[in-house]
Nanobody, 119 residues
Framework: QVEVVESGGGSVQPGGSLRLSCAAS????????MGWYRQAPGKQRESVAV???????NYADSVKGRFTISRDNAKNTVYLQMNSLKPEDTAVYYC?????????????WGQGTQVTVSS
C-alpha cells in the first residue's frame, strides 16, 4: 500500500512564502510523475505543478514564476516552493502520484493541506 502525505500548509499574508512537502512511501516514487493540485471552495480541483521522474516540470499559468516544484528521489519527497503568494492561491493543496503515460499502475492522492493567504 502506497501512502502519500502532505505537510507544510498554513496561513500567510499576501506576498509571503510557504513550502509544501509530500512524502510518498513505497518503491514507486522514483518512477512516478508527482504533482500538486489545489481546490478552492466552490471550484474544481486544478493542476498546479507537475514533475516527471526525469525532472521535467510543468506549471499552471497562474503560478508560473512564483511556484517551484522539485523532487528528492533519495528522500521520496516532492516539494512545492510558493513565493509571492496571493489571496487567490488560497485552497486545499493535494499531492498526487501517478504512473508515467503508457504504463499501468494506480494513482495516489494525499489527504490535502490547507493554504490560506490573507491579510
Amino acid at each position: 500500500q502506497v501512502e502519500v502525505v502532505e505537510s507544510g500548509g498554513g496561513s500567510v499574508q499576501p506576498g509571503g512564502s510557504l513550502r509544501l512537502s509530500c512524502a510518498a512511501s513505497g518503491s514507486i516514487f522514483s518512477i512516478y510523475v508527482m504533482g500538486w493540485y489545489r481546490q478552492a471552495p466552490g471550484k474544481q480541483r486544478e493542476s498546479v505543478a507537475v514533475i516527471t521522474a526525469g525532472g521535467t516540470t510543468n506549471y499552471a499559468d497562474s503560478v508560473k514564476g512564483r511556484f517551484t516544484i522539485s523532487r528528492d528521489n533519495a528522500k521520496n519527497t516532492v516539494y512545492l516552493q510558493m513565493n509571492s503568494l496571493k489571496p487567490e492561491d488560497t485552497a486545499v493543496y493535494y499531492c498526487n502520484a501517478r504512473p508515467p503515460k503508457g504504463t499501468g499502475g494506480s494513482v495516489y492522492w494525499g489527504q490535502g493541506t490547507q493554504v490560506t493567504v490573507s491579510s
